[in-house]
Structure formats: C-alpha cells, structure tokens
C-alpha cells in the first residue's frame, strides 16, 4: 500500500476501535430491566459507525457482521425485541469478533481468513423474536450520521 492509502487504513483502524470500545463498555449496561432508549441508541450508533466504515473500505466481512448486530440493536430499539441473556451475549461475541478482525486487517491489510458464519448466522437466528413492525409513527427516528 501507499503512504495514503495506509494513512486511511491506520485512520479506520483508530475511529473502529473508539467505536467498539465505548460499544464493549455499554454493553454489561444492557442487563437493566429494561435497557434506556439512549443506550440502545448509542449502542446502535456505535456499531453503525463501524459497519459504514468497514463498507467505505470494502471490509465486507465485517461490514456484515456489524450490520447483523445493528439490525439487533434496531428491533430493540423499536421496541419489537426484548434483549435476553443470548443476545447481549450474541453482541459481546460480536464486539470481540470485530476487534479481533481489526487487528487481522493490521497484521495482514485483508480481513482473509475469517470464519465468522457460525456468529452470523447466530445474530440473525435472534433476530427472528421480533414483533412485527410498529407503524411508522410509533417508530425511534433513526440516528443522524453516516450510512
């Protein structure tokens, strides 16, 4: 790579990690009956954060992971999905997944090697509890950032 393009790499790097870490830190927050709308949201925008990076530099892998978790924190966030024990677990797993991905990217400049189907899979089997949509009025406006 060149002195740019490792310049964007190393920048990817530092704003994934100050997403993930504040992400990792809410997370044990999430065992309070019920979790606040803020912190779903902000744990929402943290993950959102990282998936639009991973997607700008082309990380699909791990854009689809973190779009998976996104979509979790959505449906609580609507209120169509109740966060149990295997989700938060699901998201720990996913917060570690991710980081450990990061520092595969690092090592090597590519995300090869990952086998990460088994949490996929598992994020979007615990996705399937949800209630219906809400109509639209009823719905959390979604959060202002990028995409």
């Known amino acids: 790579m060149g002195t740019k393009d490792d310049e964007v790499l190393q ?11 504040p992400f990792e830190e809410g997370l044990p927050r999430l065992e309070g009956e019920p979790p606040s709308p803020q912190l779903l949201m902000d744990l929402y925008r943290y993950i959102h954060n990282v998936k639009g990076a991973c997607g700008f530099l082309r990380f699909g892998g791990l854009e689809t992971l973190a779009r998976a978790g ?4 959505e449906l609580a966030r ?14 720990g ?6 980081r450990q991905g990061l520092e595969r ?12 189907a088994e949490l996929l899979s598992r994020l979007r089997k615990l996705q399937e509890g949800a209630s219906p949509a809400a109509p639209a009025s009823a719905r959390a406006p979604a959060p202002q950032g990028r995409s």
């Open 93 to 98: 797993a996913l917060a570690q997944t991710l």
């Open 105 to 116: 990217i690092e090592a090597t400049g590519s995300e090869a090697g990952a086998d990460d």
């Open 11 to 21: 920048e990817f790097l530092q704003e994934s990690r100050d997403n993930l870490a």
């Open 70 to 73: 996104e979509e979790l924190l």
């Open 78 to 91: 609507q209120q169509r999905l109740v966060l149990a024990p295997g989700h938060r677990a699901a998201l």
